[in-house]
């Protein structure tokens, strides 16, 4: 199995090649229609979704012959959960915010400026999270030593 996919892999790679040095040049208006360019964005494509597929599945297989994991999965989702709704709490219905943007010309609502303010907070408490998460560990072996 693993020849198989070190040859397929070769060939995408040669046929990657192939296709980089028959795109167009940059200044021609046409380039993002190119058949070189299309073919390499269905390449890219497939690719991703093999990545997406076998990351799925390899993962809900380890989940499930794991013991104990789904118990921490449920954990997890539950504490992104949490932090959603606090998110969504913390976020504001801005009505000076819909008015910019509908004199900017951009149609919006009150729900979509709070869904967008609750998209920054969860990114950044899962970002201080990360980082505590990384920094607290180091400083907790600097410290006990």
Request: charged letters at 10%; hydrophobic letters at 60%; glycine letters at 8%.
């Amino acid at each position: 199995m693993n020849k198989i996919i070190k040859i397929a892999l070769i060939v995408i790679g040669l046929i990657a090649a192939v296709l980089w040095f028959s795109l167009p040049s940059a200044d021609d208006p046409n380039a993002i229609s190119s058949g070189a360019m299309n073919f390499m964005f269905v390449i890219m494509y497939i690719l991703l979704a093999i990545a997406v597929v076998s990351a799925v599945f390899f993962g809900l297989k380890k989940l499930l012959t794991t013991p104990g994991s789904i118990k921490k999965a449920l954990f997890a989702i539950g504490g992104l959960a949490i932090i959603v709704a606090v998110s969504y709490g913390l976020s504001s219905d801005n009505m000076a915010v819909v008015e910019a943007m509908s004199q900017r010309g951009i149609e919006t609502t009150e729900g979509t400026v709070k869904n967008i303010g609750m998209g920054l907070n969860v990114f950044f408490i899962l970002t201080v999270l990360a980082v505590l998460l990384m920094v607290l560990p180091g400083l907790k072996k600097m410290f006990v030593k």
